[in-house]
C-alpha cells in the first residue's frame, strides 16, 4: 500500500438533515488518526478541511426535491479538484466525513486516474437513490447512484466527466436498509451485493475473499467507501442512520485485515461519524482503529 497518505476533512451535513455529522471529520482527529498511521510509518499529509459556505434558510429553495444541491455540488467540486491532485502527486487520499455525499466529490476526483475503478461500499444503505425514487430528497442516499452517472447532471457531471463506476466494479457488504427503487436498480444493473444475510450465512472470511478475487480480476485500483453506519449500532452509535443487525466490531477488523493483506486499496473515505448522537467519541475511536487494520496494524 502507498506508505504517502494525505488526509482530507470534508466537515459536510447538508446531504441529509440531522446535525452534527459535520464534525465527524473533528472527531477522528481528535481520536488519533494521524498518530495511529504515523506509528504505522505512513508519511501522513493532514490537507485540512474543505470549506463551504452554508445556505441561508432564504436560499433554500429550489426546482427540485434534492435538498442543498448547489451547495452539495460546490462542495463535491472542490473535495474532487483537491483528490485528484492528491492522486497526481502518488499519495493516497484518505477523505474525512461527513455525511455520505461526500463520497460524489471523492469518486470524481479519484475515478479519472483508473481505467476501471472499484468500489467497495461498506453500508448498511445502499446509497442508490435518484431524485425519482429518494423518500427524502436527501443527497446522502446518492452517491453511488450519481458515481454511475444516474441523477441529477449537477451531481452527475462534478468534474466534468460521467458514469465515474461501471455497476459492474460495485460490491456493496452489510447491506439491510434498501429502498424498492434501490433493489430494483441493483438486480438490473447487476451490483454484486452482500446483504446481512449472506454475511451471517457465509462468514465475513467468504464474503472479502470473494469480493477481493471478484474486484482483483477486473479493476485497476479500488476505493473503499466505508459509512460506520455499516457497523451495528451497538458497536458505532454515533451515526445519522443507524439500522440495528448490522456487521459486528471484530467483523468489520477482520475485513479491514483482509484488504490491508490483498493490497488493493488504493483510496479511502470514513463518512457519517456523529459526535453529537455518540458516546464518549466512541464511533470516532472505531473508525479509527479500523483505519488501523485497513493499513496494516497487527497483533504481532
Known sequence: MNKNISIIGVPIDLGQTRRGVD???SAMRYAGVIERLENLNYDIEDLGDIEYRRPTRKEVISDTNLKNLKEVADVSEKLAAKVAETVSHNRFPLVLGGDHSV???TLAGISKHYSNLGVIWYDAHGDLNTAETSPSGNIHGMPL?????????????????????DPKNIVIIGARSLDQGEKELIREKGIRVY???EIDRMGMTAVMEETINYLSARTDGVHLSLDLDGLDPSDAPGVGTPVI??????????????????????SAEFV????????????????????????????K
Request: glycine share 12%; aromatic share 4%.
Open 23 to 25: 464534525m465527524g471529520p
Open 103 to 105: 463520497a460524489i466529490g
Open 145 to 165: 447512484a450519481v458515481s454511475m452517472g444516474l441523477g441529477h447532471p449537477d451531481l452527475t457531471n462534478i468534474a466534468g466527466y460521467s458514469p465515474k463506476v
Open 195 to 197: 446483504t446481512m444475510h
Open 245 to 266: 443487525g448490522g456487521i459486528s466490531y471484530r467483523e468489520s477488523h477482520l475485513a479491514m485485515e483482509m484488504l490491508a493483506e490483498s493490497d488493493i486499496i488504493t
Open 272 to 299: 457519517e461519524v456523529n459526535p453529537i448522537l455518540d458516546e464518549k467519541n466512541k464511533t470516532a475511536s472505531v473508525a479509527v482503529a479500523l483505519m488501523g487494520s485497513l493499513f496494516g496494524e497487527k497483533l
